[in-house]
Nanobody, 120 residues
Framework: VLLVESGGGLVQPGGSLRLSCAAS????????TNWYRQAPGKERELVAT????????NYADSVKGRFTISRDNAKNSVSLQMNSLKPEDTAVYYC??????????????WGQGTQVTVSS
């Protein structure tokens, strides 16, 4: 099982980045996909979710209207388009896939993370 993120980097405030996550080794379409981030000294934060069923999306209030999560089940991938970036968006961003089969059976996979730095 692999989740491999790409697309991080350094960007100026107000700029844009697109993160991508390529999945392999499991039935991607059956998993909710999430983007988390973790800034230095802070807890990991859920940024955006794309549900496996129906494709519903959810966003943290801090990124609503600026970030867009999208998934392509045919390509086993999920992306995070980040616009109007702010210095407080600086963090390591992680791709996550989760399937809750029952209260006691949860399948969950994480990528290795990609650094996003927003600075002038």
């Amino acid at each position: 099982v692999l989740l491999v993120e790409s697309g991080g980097g350094l960007v100026q405030p107000g700029g844009s980045l697109r993160l991508s996550c390529a999945a392999s080794g499991f039935t991607f379409s059956g998993y909710d996909t999430n983007w988390y981030r973790q800034a230095p000294g802070k807890e990991r934060e859920l940024v955006a979710t794309s549900r496996s069923a129906g494709g519903n999306t959810n966003y943290a209030d801090s990124v609503k209207g600026r970030f867009t999560i999208s998934r392509d089940n045919a390509k086993n991938s999920v992306s995070l388009q980040m616009n109007s970036l702010k210095p407080e968006d600086t963090a390591v961003y992680y791709c996550n896939a989760r399937a809750i089969k029952s209260p006691l059976l949860v399948y969950e996979y994480w990528g290795q993370g990609t650094q996003v730095t927003v600075s002038s």
